[in-house]
């Protein structure tokens, strides 16, 4: 049922039904659907502008794309293969060529292709080769009109050699179709020969050997800091030499205003240096007098000593303990012409019992 217009002289009671509010819904949808599609076409582009198509399955005619080369087709791409390699010195390389760690190469594809104004192509790296180790850098668009080869630049991020060699697939190009671009917009690509002189120059000249140039990098970067340093130390060793200078200047100028805690006086200095000189004096004194004496002549010896007499103990008649025999004098010694002295008498208690003493 279709909603009634205002003509119809319905509008106020299809407003007022109980299902007017489903209706308006609907009918506002329709009025956008319309709308779109007549102003931007079926898919939301502006009327009288073609999608760009990607070209698949049997639209990929290699004839239609290729103007030489045997490209390997694909589901929805080709694969481009190897036909040169130049190495870092612009020189071309027969055979295979060995991409060591850290290195890149030139090379350049053996198809050659052409395009028509209706025709872009999309270039893009093999996965198969990135696992391996080895990246195309230079990859991207390919304008309409292009007709010569597809060039770039391999790099080994690995850490083992890669090899690369003629007929190798490094590169894969998809082609998307869309409107037709003005002549003045066309990319022209130059003749076969210049191109691959271009090639040869580039290898020769702009790139270095190493990815991002490493060695000089590292040598460049060295030799700054060196000097850097070699500046900075000159700027240093200076500087504390001016300083040790100027702490010496001050401390001579200040010295003799600082407090002189703890340090001898010259009264002092005055009084040591005096007890020092009469210490060396006595000092001589002492060594001259016993080199005199060391002068003189040894004496003669001296007379041996004479044995003194032996003493005898008499004790007094009548006082010898009992059971004691009497002591009787004894006899002068005979070797000394003088006689023995008396010796005292000892007295001996009646306690006493052992032997007298001597």
Known sequence: ????????????????????????????????????????????????????????????????????????????????????????????????????????????????????????????????????????????????????????????????????????????????????????????????????????????????????NTTEITEAAGKAVLSEIRSNALAWVVGIALLFTVAQITIQLVAPWLPSAGRPTSSEVEALRDRVTSLQEKLLKLEAGASSLAAQPAAAPLPAPTPSPAVTVVPAPGSSPAGTPPLTPASPISATPLPAPAAPAIKHSESDKGPPTR
């Not at 390997?72 to 055979?95: A, E, M, W, Y």
């Not at 893009?124 to 630049?153: C, F, H, S």
């Not at 022209?188 to 991002?212: C, G, H, M, V, W």
């Open 1 to 212: 049922m279709t909603a009634p217009t205002l003509r119809s002289g319905s509008w106020l009671l299809w407003r007022t039904s109980s299902h007017s509010c489903r209706r308006r819904r609907s009918c506002l949808e329709v009025a956008i659907a319309i709308s779109v599609r007549y102003l931007f076409g079926r898919r939301g582009l502006p009327r009288g502008t073609k999608e760009m198509t990607l070209l698949a399955g049997s639209s990929l005619d290699q004839k239609r794309f290729f103007k030489s080369g045997n490209p390997q087709v694909q589901g929805s791409s080709f694969d481009l293969t190897i036909g040169c390699i130049f190495d870092h010195q612009g020189k071309r390389v027969d055979g295979p060529f060995t991409i060591r760690p850290g290195h890149m190469v030139q090379v350049v594809s053996s198809e050659e292709l052409k395009l028509s104004d209706r025709l872009t192509g999309h270039v893009t790296y093999k996965t198969t080769m990135t696992k391996n180790g080895i990246w195309a850098l230079t990859v991207g668009i390919v304008d309409p009109g292009w007709e010569g080869p597809i060039a770039t630049t391999l790099l080994n991020f690995s850490r083992i050699d890669q090899s690369v060699a003629e007929g190798d697939a490094f590169l894969r190009v998809s082609f998307f179709e869309h409107e037709a671009v003005s002549p003045d917009k066309l990319r022209k690509a130059p003749s076969l020969e210049n191109y691959l002189k271009d090639i040869q120059k580039i290898a020769a000249s702009r790139f270095p050997t190493t990815f991002l």
